[in-house]
């Protein structure tokens, strides 16, 4: 009987896997800002941000994802859910929260002049975009400008 897998090259799903646990860069840039995940911390403008662990993984959650528009639902469940001792997922805080609209504010008020950075999609989430300015990185695959304007189908208004 046939069943409905994709076919990998070695025909057991092995490079697929492979590619799942590929680490990621140890460096991610968006613009100016740089995350640095094996010292976990973030440097914008070439000035070290000093950030708590929960600010640490949403900014590094939003790089990991420059232009992309993140729901602050998918972000509620990223960062503020944590294993319990029988191995379930907890979240951390109550579905209503403003928790992340709180730490996107500390974000903001660390960015500086460079708060704009992250963006409000009112009614929906955020998204980290790049400065005109460009610093080389592990994460660079191509010469490809970082203001293109994002995939997602929403309209953003300025």
């Known amino acids: 009987m046939e069943t409905n897998r994709k076919r990998t090259p070695d025909g057991n799903g092995l ?5 799942a646990l590929a680490l990621p860069p140890a460096n991610v840039c968006c613009g100016e800002l740089v995350i640095d995940r094996a010292a976990k ?23 990991d994802r420059p232009n992309r528009v993140v ?26 929260s ?22 409000t999609i009112r009614g929906y989430g955020y998204c980290l975009r790049p400065t005109a300015r460009r610093v080389a990185c592990d994460n660079d695959t191509h010469d490809v400008a970082d203001t293109q304007p994002p995939a997602s189908g929403f309209r953003v208004s300025a």
Do not use: C, P
């Open 41 to 63: 911390r973030a440097i914008l403008a070439g000035r070290a941000l000093r950030l708590t662990g929960r600010e640490y993984a949403l900014l590094a959650y939003l790089a």
């Open 15 to 19: 490079a697929s896997a492979m590619l």
């Open 71 to 96: 729901q602050r639902s998918v972000l509620l469940a990223t960062i503020w859910t944590s294993t319990d001792a029988l191995g379930s997922n907890v979240l951390n805080v109550y579905d209503g």
């Open 98 to 119: 403003n928790v992340v609209n709180v730490y996107v504010g500390h974000l903001r008020r660390k960015f500086g002049a460079h708060a704009g950075m992250i963006e």
